[in-house]
T-cell receptor, first 108, second 113 residues
Framework: GQNIDQPTEMTATEGAIVQINCTYQ??????LFWYQQHAGEAPTFLSY????GLEEKGRFSSFLSRSKGYSYLLLKELQMKDSASYLC?????????FGSGTKLNVKP | DGGITQSPKYLFRKEGQNVTLSCEQN?????MYWYRQDPGQGLRLIYY???????QKGDIAEGYSVSREKKESFPLTVTSAQKNPTAFYLC????????????FGPGTRLTVL
């Protein structure tokens, strides 16, 4: 089976930094994705890692360690609009497997 | 404007009725996917199709059916055999060979009364 774990909910303060972790155990691996999803809306793509290391894109960074089955999404300079769910997904051949998502609450 | 459209955004049906959710894309993508999302949950794969006239079951295909007669269209039928059909349904597509790029439609929220 495919297993992807992330914390259910996190709270952080506007302007701060938050790290959302994701661990995975899958039968194959072709990449790890992070999506942002606001309530009632479709997920939007944030980042993609296929090799170990850090990928930086503006206020968002994502890290991958394939040997540890571990990834994190780092959000800097948090803004109120960052309040959303963040989904970790693993691509296994041509199928995506999603975690349950981490609901991030940003407070003033 | 290129993208994926799903209609309607909200759909209500009586228990025991089949219902078909539409998904159309003009991105010229070969692969298309249907996901189901329940409150507080991630996305679960129902069906996917890599090319026209071919599709495969995902992890929760029971009670659902699909067709792929045209590259642009991948409709999903929720049959009366699906025990808990109320959910948020998302359609997605990717170009073949570029699965690092998955685009989602806006979703259809189905409520079965």
């Amino acid at each position: 089976g495919q297993n992807i774990d992330q914390p259910t909910e996190m709270t952080a303060t506007e302007g701060a930094i938050v790290q959302i972790n994701c661990t995975y155990q899958t039968s194959g691996f072709n990449g790890l994705f992070w999506y942002q999803q606001h309530a009632g809306e479709a997920p939007t793509f944030l980042s993609y890692n296929v090799l170990d290391g850090l990928e930086e894109k503006g206020r968002f960074s994502s890290f991958l360690s394939r040997s540890k089955g571990y990834s994190y999404l780092l959000l800097k300079e948090l803004q109120m609009k960052d309040s959303a769910s963040y989904l970790c997904a693993v691509l296994n051949f041509n199928k995506f497997y999603f975690g349950s998502g981490t609901k991030l609450n940003v407070k003033p | 404007d290129g993208g994926i459209t799903q209609s309607p955004k909200y759909l209500f049906r009586k228990e025991g009725q089949n219902v078909t959710l539409s998904c159309e894309q003009n991105l010229n993508h070969d692969a298309m996917y249907w996901y189901r999302q329940d409150p507080g949950q991630g996305l679960r794969l129902i069906y996917y199709s890599q090319i026209v006239n071919d599709f495969q079951k995902g992890d929760i295909a029971e009670g659902y059916s699909v067709s792929r007669e045209k590259k642009e269209s991948f409709p999903l039928t929720v049959t009366s055999a699906q025990k808990n059909p109320t959910a948020f349904y998302l359609c997605a597509s990717t170009p073949v060979g570029r699965t690092d790029t998955q685009y989602f439609g806006p979703g259809t929220r189905l409520t079965v009364l």
